[in-house]
Structure formats: C-alpha cells, structure tokens
T-cell receptor
C-alpha cells in the first residue's frame, strides 16, 4: 500500500532556483492538497485540487504554482525559490473533504 | 475567517490519562478531526466526530464535543510513550477545506 508518495524527501535550493515537488496517490482520490508546515505556524494550505484538471488557491499560495494533469498526481512548483519558502511540505489526498491521507513530507531548504 | 486553537504542549506520565483541548470558531463546522504526527512523518487520522454527536469512543481514545462552547477534546487513556507526538485538531463545514490548529505536542515520560 503506497498511499501518498512525495518526491523528493529532501532538497536544498539556492535563492532564485526553481523546482517541482511531485505527489502521487494510488487511492483514486478526487481531492489533493499541498500544505507547508513551519514551527509555531501549524499546517497552512498552499493550493488544492478537487479533481483532475482543477486547482484552487489556499491560504498561502503566493510564490507557488500547481498542476493536476492526471488524477493521481499533484505537482507543486516553485518558480524562483526564496529563503521564506524553507519549510516542510506535505501533500495529502482525500476521497471527501476531511479524512485526508498525508505523505511523508519534503524538507526544503532555500539558501 | 475560521480559527482553531490548541494549547501547544502537554506533558504526562506513562499510564496517566492525557486530555488535549481544542476550540474552534466556525459555527458551521460539521466534521471535527484529530490527527497525529510522529517525528519525521506526515499526519495520520486518529479519529473524527460529527457535529451531531457529543462523544465518540474508540479503544483508548475518547472524543468529547461541546458544540455550544465550540470545544473539542481528545482523551487518551493509559497513555504510553509511543503516544508521544503532535496532535492536530481540524474542522470543516464539508464545503471547504480542513482548517488545522497549530498542534499540541504531547510528551509522555516513563
């Protein structure tokens, strides 16, 4: 049972570089989410998708873009990384709103 | 907007009961959840309760909901060192995405 798989698990970027975080789920879930987790801030929703081909902004979308070209994949892009984007990123998916399954996280450091 | 508040830290001894509290502001909250995050891992759904319920019991876990006061609690009976983790309260009206609290770190000492 793979569940939700995030790639990569760790990454160090230089300021201004770009990268894409990949999230894959094998549960046929409609909903997918990207969160960032920072000390003292809890989990904050970046973007989410309610189905293939759809995306929507969450609480902190600035500096990020997403795509959901296939139902099982949800990509998070950073076009020009900034130190403020240093964080742990979590992808999640759910059949309905609420009962979300989370990936193991991607620890990103921007220097 | 919606807000979910939790105390940040709780320390208990092994074998004691732990009670983690949460308050929320959204009066249209329909579903309330408790998630657990172990070190270096993602969040796992522990249990949930619908707003038309007052209590839900699941083995060592008891969830109490006071809808009037918008207060949710998670009680862990016979707390073990393996219960040490961060516990997140979350809510949704069912028409919007989950709103999470900042998490309560539970430390269980032997």
């Amino acid at each position: 049972n793979a569940g939700v798989t995030q790639t990569p698990k760790f990454r160090v970027l230089k300021t201004g570089q770009s990268m894409t975080l990949l999230c894959a789920q094998d549960m046929n879930h409609e909903y997918m989410y990207w969160y960032r987790q920072d000390p003292g801030m809890g989990l904050r929703l970046i973007h989410y998708s309610v189905g293939e081909g759809t995306t929507a902004k969450g609480e902190v979308p600035d500096g990020y873009n997403v795509s959901r070209l296939k139902k099982q994949n949800f990509l998070l892009g950073l076009e020009s990384a900034a130190p403020s984007q240093t964080s742990v990123y979590f992808c999640a998916s759910s059949y309905s709103i609420g009962e979300a399954f989370f990936g193991q996280g991607t620890r990103l450091t921007v220097v | 907007g919606e807000d979910v508040e939790q105390s940040l830290f709780l320390s208990v001894r092994e074998g004691d009961s732990s009670v983690i509290n949460c308050t929320y502001t959204d009066s249209s909250s329909t579903y309330l959840y408790w998630y657990k995050q172990e070190p270096g891992a993602g969040l796992q759904l522990l249990t949930y309760i619908f707003s038309n319920m007052d209590m839900k019991q699941d083995q060592r876990l008891t969830v109490l909901l006071n809808k009037k006061d918008k207060h949710l609690s998670l009680r862990i009976a016979d707390t073990q060192t393996g219960d040490s983790a961060i516990y997140f309260c979350a809510e949704t009206s069912g028409y919007s995405t989950l709103t999470f609290g900042k998490g309560t770190m539970l430390l269980v000492s032997p």
